[in-house]
């Protein structure tokens, strides 16, 4: 099994940033993927911020410029720096990865996501 376990929401001024972390646990054997998701209160989540091995990052249309994305590969870590933070960009903020990882003696590739961390900006 593997585990994704966020840290660094919470409260901020408009205009203010916070740093979201997400490591990455367990028997893992490779990591695809990493990223970020949203969702606000009666919304459907969305795409935030997306960062495939050796690939492009993706940003949603509300948060480029804004926001970046990155990964410790070492650490198995996605980080996402919030920048010029925004009463709309409160929500619940969610850990995503595409992991393939060791499961009764088979190799696994499975969508994990974290637990959430509340991110909350205030006018």
Request: hydrophobic fraction near 35%.
């Amino acid at each position: 099994q593997v585990q994704l376990v966020e840290s660094g929401g919470g409260l901020e001024q408009a205009g203010g940033s916070l740093r979201l972390s997400c490591a990455a646990s367990g028997s893992i054997l490779s990591i695809n993927a990493m990223g970020w998701y949203r969702q606000a209160a009666g919304k459907q989540r969305e795409l935030v911020a997306t960062l495939p091995t050796g690939g492009s990052t993706n940003y949603a249309d509300s948060v480029k410029g804004r926001f970046t994305i990155s990964r410790d590969h070492a650490k198995n870590t996605v980080y996402l720096q919030m920048n010029s933070l925004k009463p709309e960009d409160t929500a619940v903020y969610y850990c995503n990865a595409d992991i393939t990882y060791w499961q009764n003696f088979a190799e696994v590739r499975r969508d994990t996501w974290g637990q959430g961390t509340q991110v909350t900006v205030s006018s």
